[in-house]
C-alpha cells in the first residue's frame, strides 16, 4: 500500500524534496499563467518555444522517475534510450495541443512526486546511471529535478528571475557550474565572486591558476544568471582592479 507521507525520514533529504516540489509548483504557476496562445511564444533558450520547455520539463520528469524505479526495483531503466531519443521527444511534445501539454507537465510532476514519496529510506542510497553516464545514488534525482524546475521557469520567459530562486539553490547551483568547469580546466583565469549567500559570507570560486584572473563579481543571483550563460546584467568584471568594459561571456556548462 502507498504511503501518503515521504517513507524517507532523512532530514536533509527531506529539505531537498521540498525544494524540488516548491520548485515544481513555481514552475506550475508561470506556466499557469501563460494562455494557450502565448505558449507559441519564444522562450529564452534559443530556437525553442515554450511549447519546447514545457515538454522539456514533462519529459524530464518522466526520464527521473525511471532513475527512481531503477533504483526501487534493480531492474535497469535508463532517462533516455539515446541523446536523439531525448530531442525527439521533447520536438514532438512541443507538437502537443495545448491541454496535452499541461497534461504531460501535470501528470509527470505527480507521478515523480508519488516515486519519491513511494521510495524505501533504504533505496535512496541505491545507485543509477544519469543520461550523461554518471553513476550516482538516487537521492541525486531530487538535485537534479530541483536545478531544472527552477532555472527553466525562467526559461519560460514570462517574468521569473533568478531572485525568484532560493538562495540556497542558487549557492548549490553555482558549485555545481564552476565545479564542472574545474574539472574540465576551461575556468583558467577566472574568479567568481558572489555577494548575498545564506552564510552572509561570499561564495568564491576559481581563479587560483592565474596571476591576475579576471573576477566576475555580483550579487548572487546575478553571478548565477551569468554562468548559466543568461546574460550578465548586475555583473561585474575586473582585471587587476579595472574594470572592464564588457563582461566575458561563461564558459560552457551543460
Ligand atoms: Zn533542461
Known sequence: MAARADRTTDPALLQSLLQARRGT????????????????????????????????????????ARLVEWAATGVETPMYSSP???????????????????????????HLSVEWRDLPEEAWHHEVRTAQGRVVPASETVWMRTREVWVHAIDLNNGATFIDIPTSVLERLLTDITGTWHTRGTDTGLRINATGTTTGTDLA???????????????????????????????????????LEEVPAAPRWI
Open 25 to 64: 509548483a513555481f514552475f506550475a504557476r508561470k506556466l499557469n499563467e501563460l494562455t494557450d496562445a502565448d505558449l507559441d511564444g519564444a522562450s529564452l533558450l534559443p530556437g525553442w518555444t515554450r511549447r519546447h520547455i514545457t515538454a522539456h520539463i514533462g519529459y524530464n520528469a518522466r526520464a527521473i
Open 84 to 110: 536523439e531519443a531525448r530531442n525527439q521527444e521533447i520536438n514532438f511534445g512541443a507538437t502537443l495541443s495545448p491541454i496535452a501539454l499541461r497534461n504531460l507537465f501535470d501528470h509527470s510532476a505527480v
Open 205 to 243: 570560486f576559481g581563479g587560483t591558476n592565474t596571476a591576475d584572473p579576471t573576477i566576475i563579481t555580483g550579487p548572487l543571483p546575478a553571478v548565477v544568471q551569468w554562468a548559466t550563460g543568461r546574460g550578465h546584467s548586475g555583473v561585474t568584471a575586473t582585471r587587476n582592479r579595472d574594470v
